[in-house]
């Protein structure tokens, strides 16, 4: 116990650090597990858009869904999209579809529901980081 009053504050920040993006990572792969289920076909640019960011400053990380724009449409729908100015033979407005907005996927939101095995990676490697000393 007497080394870790001996490590500097900027070893303990990163370990802080190192267990938060480890925690993270836990998350991000539990969202593109959850998006490959939602039932829409989806690329590899789709599951990269999740991404996540370690602030080493603030010891805080953040997991989003905004690396891809389509993401957005997938989590929240999207509303009946048209044509503006062109029509079909018999005068109707050219679809070009929604995403379902009733309930949309949710796929990030479901994600965030339960995180124990997130705080259980952040608990383990800090637990890692003291048994060191």
């Known amino acids: 116990m007497n080394k870790l009053f001996d490590c500097t504050s900027d070893d ?32 590899n640019d789709m599951k990269k858009g999740v991404k996540s960011k370690v602030d080493k400053t603030y010891l805080e990380a953040k997991v989003h869904i905004m ?15 048209y044509l503006k100015k062109k029509t ?11 995403m379902p907005k009733e309930g949309g996927k949710y796929f990030f939101k479901n994600s965030l529901t339960n995180l124990t095995d997130v705080e259980e990676a952040i608990d383990s490697t800090l637990d890692n980081f003291v048994d060191k000393l």
């Open 12 to 43: 303990i920040r990163a370990a802080i650090a190192k267990a938060l993006r480890k925690g993270a990572n836990v998350l991000v792969k539990r969202v593109r597990a959850n998006l490959k289920s939602t039932g829409i076909k989806v690329d």
């Open 67 to 81: 690396g891809d724009y389509r993401l957005k449409w997938v989590e929240k729908g999207t509303k009946e999209r």
């Open 88 to 98: 079909n033979k018999f005068g109707d407005k050219i679809r070009r579809g929604k």
